[in-house]
């Protein structure tokens, strides 16, 4: 299982941008798909997360009302629509799948917001 991010790029604060995340390989198994990102110096956190069954998604409170995941698994795409974007939300932004107990990671997609 491979994952190809892209979208992302420098935007001013109160901006918008959108995340793609490119998924090849079976995903057969497929627990949940989701964005984490890494400011530097600091842990990768978790954005959000959309289950694989039912689509039911979790958002860390940071993002929420702002972010939007959604995914089209036909496709094997995952989306990160962000609004209303901060400084604070500049950071490399990573897609990533869990399948059965594994996870894989995209390359990750640096995301910088102007103040």
């Known amino acids: 299982v491979q994952l190809v991010e892209s979208g992302g790029g420098l935007v001013q604060a109160g901006g918008s941008l959108t995340l793609s995340c490119d998924v090849s390989g079976s995903i057969f198994g497929l627990i949940s798909m989701g964005w984490y990102r890494q400011a530097p110096g600091k842990q990768r956190d978790l954005v959000a997360t959309?289950?694989?069954?039912?689509?039911?998604?979790n958002y860390a409170d940071s993002v929420k009302g702002r972010f939007a995941i959604s995914a089209d698994k036909a496709k094997k795409m995952v989306y990160l629509q962000m609004n209303s974007l901060k400084p604070e939300d500049t950071a490399v932004y990573y897609c990533?799948?869990?399948?059965?107990?594994?996870?894989?990671w995209g390359q990750g997609t640096l995301v910088t917001v102007s103040s």
């Open positions: 959309i289950a694989g069954g039912d689509s039911t998604t």
């Open positions: 990533s799948v869990r399948i059965f107990t594994r996870d894989f």
